[in-house]
């Protein structure tokens, strides 16, 4: 954990250093940068502590961490699956930007691979689409799992702003696979 932390302040004022020059006046630039770090920090933090694994992608950009809450024992979902789900998101500043949860009486409706979504203004109950990081998560979940999943940037929104969430953040969600609903056999 020392040796992450120090390895991002001297690349920090690296950053800060160089960024001085006569020049460089972009500070909304400087800003994301520290930011995108800062958010790096906080995910590979999150990846020492105990009790949180790391699930790699498939297509081998990245992984995420989680840590089991609840332990659930019903079917397995797969990347062709669509599913039912309680969940909350926020960032790492505690700032929660969505969620869908028990209370609120209806499961989100998603597809563990946006390839399956069928979700349209024509098809109000189909399956939405999901980020990458999902993807991932949701293929280690049974039905009744309840996971904290910490989500790197490169595995949500990446470099672009997506609502509330800035670009480069970090997503943390606590998902519940409620149900696995089906497993589509092709796209559509």
């Not at 790096?40 to 502590?49: G, L, M, P, R, S």
């Not at 993807?135 to 997506?162: C, F, R």
């Amino acid at each position: 954990m020392k040796k992450y932390l120090h390895i991002a302040l001297m690349l920090l004022c690296v950053f800060v250093v160089s960024s001085c020059k006569d020049d460089d006046d972009d500070t909304e630039a400087v800003e994301r940068e520290v930011y995108k770090l800062e958010q790096d920090i906080a995910f590979q933090a999150k990846v020492n502590e105990t009790g949180f694994v790391r699930w790699y992608s498939e297509a081998g950009d990245g992984y995420v961490c989680a840590k089991l809450i609840e332990k659930g024992n019903g079917k397995q979902a797969y990347f062709n699956s669509r599913v039912s789900v309680y969940y909350k998101g926020s960032l790492t500043d505690g700032t929660e930007f969505d969620a869908r949860l028990f209370e609120d009486g209806t499961p989100f409706k998603c597809a563990v691979s946006s390839y399956y979504a069928n979700y349209s203004n024509s098809n109000p109950n189909g399956y939405g689409s999901v980020i990458s990081g999902w993807t991932v998560a949701l293929q280690h979940m049974v039905e009744g799992d309840k996971y904290e999943v910490w989500i790197p940037q490169q595995l949500a929104y990446g470099a672009s702003d997506n609502g509330d969430i800035p670009a480069y953040s970090t997503l943390i969600f606590e998902i519940e696979l409620v149900s696995v609903d089906e497993q589509a056999a092709s796209a559509s």
